[in-house]
């Protein structure tokens, strides 16, 4: 049988292009010999995320969909019509069998040259408020996949996000004496993450650095990630309090932490609660609320705190985050808690569902051989 031929549209962000790398090389374990190409856009991160995953991008012109009427609206069909004409071209070019979307710029011209060419459209859907390019296409196909099972979105099922196996398989506790000596942590007591992702957030790093001295006297090694673009000024001491702009493997950072300070993208999000790691997520506060949606089901359950932005300070840190770091026995609850909210296999879950659905499509009597 001939391998199949998947097109995955998922850029701009790295929230869309990650889970769709991870559903990718899924479908790569999968069946290997499979043929993957990526759609992008020039803007965003896709020339940067998707070729250092070893995919062919294939660039076609941005049609972003504006939020608001004005003269960027009166200029979208056009702009519109030529991205869904560049996506068909390559839909064509690379004999394409089936095509899954992640959101994004690049997504809807996707979907629509997908159902000019009736092709299988198989959409998912990361975030608690879904985009417009998702929306639309729920209403094209059957084929349509959320993180949770409160995302409102047509005929959705409920899989979770594809995450990549280093961190839906990792093992926390058999990794943490190695993490932590990465780190120049202690082997023991308690380990606090900050984290604001790859860009960094400054509200988090000032009210982080701001209770350091609260953290050191209550016994809690910290380790902030404060992002490429900022710098936290902390003293040496002990315990130690350790900052990095950045880390390449967070598997590591997630074994060496009992807890985490962050914000709550989808991904973020996803990730600490496959992990099982309970965290303080604190919500960007535009977006519309976005954030706090996505953060919602596990606080809900029991395996983290939600603080507002604008809450968040050293003082809220010493009085109401400190306690919980210093009690072993409630980590240990939130962490089960949290881990029980999470989805280690969706990347799997929805690489077979798409391979099933390129066999259904060529109408083989056999069984397909993935």
Avoid: K
Avoid at 21 to 40: K, Q, S
Avoid at 72 to 81: E, F, Q, S
């Amino acid at each position: 049988m001939a391998a199949p031929r998947v097109v995955v549209a998922g850029g701009h962000s790295a929230g869309h292009i990650e889970p769709a790398m991870n559903f990718a090389d899924a479908v790569r374990r999968l069946v290997p010999a499979v043929e993957i190409t990526a759609l992008g856009t020039v803007r965003g991160l896709d020339t940067t995320l998707i070729p250092a995953r070893g995919y062919p991008l294939e660039l076609i012109p941005p049609a972003p969909l504006p939020r608001r009427p004005g003269r960027a609206l009166l200029r979208t069909p056009g702009r519109l019509r030529d991205s869904v004409r560049a996506a068909g071209s390559v839909l064509r070019r690379v004999r394409a069998e089936v095509v899954v979307g992640f959101g994004g710029y690049v997504s809807l011209p996707a979907y629509l040259a997908a159902r000019e060419q009736g092709l299988p459209i198989v959409v998912h859907e990361a975030n608690a408020r879904p985009g417009i390019a998702n929306r639309l296409a729920a209403r094209m196909t059957p084929h349509v996949f959320a993180a949770g099972p409160g995302i409102r979105l047509a005929h959705a099922t409920a899989i979770g996000i594809p995450l990549r196996p280093a961190i839906a398989g990792l093992d926390r506790p058999a990794l943490r004496d190695a993490a932590r000596q990465r780190f120049g942590l202690h082997p023991d007591g308690p380990v606090l993450l900050v984290t604001g992702g790859s860009q960094g957030a400054r509200a988090l790093n000032a009210a982080a650095s701001g209770a350091a001295s609260a953290l050191r006297a209550a016994g809690v090694q910290v380790l902030h990630i404060t992002g490429a673009r900022h710098t936290v000024d902390v003293p040496a001491g002990d315990p130690p309090y350790v900052v990095t702009p950045y880390v390449d493997q967070m598997r590591y950072a997630y074994a060496a932490a009992d807890f985490a300070l962050c914000r709550s993208g989808a991904m973020t999000c996803a990730e600490l609660a496959a992990v099982g790691l309970p965290a303080a997520y604190v919500p960007l506060p535009d977006r519309g609320g976005e954030q706090r949606l996505n953060a919602e089901p596990v606080v809900a359950a029991g395996g983290g705190l939600l603080v507002g932005d604008a809450a968040l300070d050293p003082a809220w840190i010493e009085t109401t985050l400190i306690p919980v770091l210093t009690d072993p026995r409630r980590i240990a609850a939130m962490s089960a808690r949290a881990r029980a909210t999470g989805a280690a296999d969706a990347d799997v879950v929805l690489a077979r569902y798409v391979l099933t659905t390129i066999a259904g499509r060529r109408g083989s009597a056999e069984p397909p051989p993935w």
